[in-house]
């Protein structure tokens, strides 16, 4: 319930974040000349992972890892580590492909660290430990370009309820 309430802030806050962005969309035989638009978001993953070339493009959030940690008399701690997915279309050259998914990458995370905290509940972690970072794929995938950021989000926790009575005594 708390992970599909944060991924539904997440991609809502992102969908905000590229709104304003016109990007090549995949050419079809029903549409050859097709309008640019704004990625598309999804959850976890595409509705149909065969046409991932066609729903260029695109941003998936994806939870990778989640933990619950509680050290010896401290409050628990829930985390979440997500993995977003980014893919641009672009049928020019490969540095104009590189530069628009660049721009994507670099909308998404100047939002993410301008507001850091979504929906008053989900916060953005930065430590040595909690990095936040990106990858761009380097192998030839011309016309599409991807790259994958990963985030880790401080969650709201679970705490167990207090049971009175003799338990295991």
Request: hydrophobic share 35%; aromatic share 8%; glycine share 4%.
């Amino acid at each position: 319930m708390v992970k599909n309430d944060f991924l539904e802030s997440l991609t809502d806050f992102m969908k905000n974040a590229v709104k304003d962005f016109r990007l090549p969309v995949v050419p079809t035989r029903e549409d050859p000349e097709p309008e640019k638009r704004a990625p598309a978001l999804y959850k976890m993953m595409l509705p149909d992972m065969d046409s991932s070339p066609r729903k260029a493009p695109y941003i998936i959030n994806h939870i990778i890892t989640a933990e619950d940690a509680q050290q010896s008399g401290e409050s628990t701690i829930s985390k979440a580590t997500v993995r977003t997915i980014i893919c641009v279309y672009c049928e020019g050259d490969k540095e104009e492909g590189g530069m628009m998914l660049l721009e994507v990458i670099e909308r998404v995370r100047i939002a993410l660290l301008k507001e850091r905290i979504l929906s008053k509940r989900y916060q953005l972690q930065l430590s040595d430990e909690d990095k936040m970072e990106y990858v761009t794929y380097t192998e030839s995938t011309a016309p599409y370009f991807m790259a994958e950021m990963k985030t880790v989000w401080r969650l709201p926790s679970v705490e167990r309820e207090v049971m009175y009575g003799n338990y295991g005594t």
